[in-house]
């Protein structure tokens, strides 16, 4: 903490972040900006952001998965998850069908330009995370994502 006076300048030769990096929030935001900064790059040949990835990924492996079900798992509003279903549908990505017990919902599915475009994107998404953790052994990578799972869920 500094102890200059208000009218004083001091100058900073090195700053000090001893408290913030004691902080999970602080850390795991760091760490995040570092995988998405990568993953932007990486997915802007496919046109899919962190949310579309997520959400398209979902759709892939969960065939039938309505919306309901993507905001739940994802922390989505429904608003917010609308135009972005509606998007991937465009993009001929995914397509929905009646849901065989809900008559009120749509379950979604991916088409197979959906399911070709998202086989790609994991490989790269799977090649990214490997580039970004590589300073991590395998066992410590499955720890960092097990204890990051106990704190979000």
Known sequence: MSTASPTQTATIDEVDTRYVETLLGYNARRASLAVIEVFLKRMAVYKLRPVDFSVASLIVHNPGITSRQLCSTLGLRPPN???????????????????PIDGRA?????TAAGMSLLKKAETAAAVLEDDVAVRLTATERKTLIRLLKKVYL
């Open 106 to 110: 749509n379950g979604l599915h991916a």
């Open 81 to 99: 998850l609308v135009g972005l279903v509606n998007t991937l549908e465009k993009r001929g990505l995914i397509c929905r069908r009646p849901h």
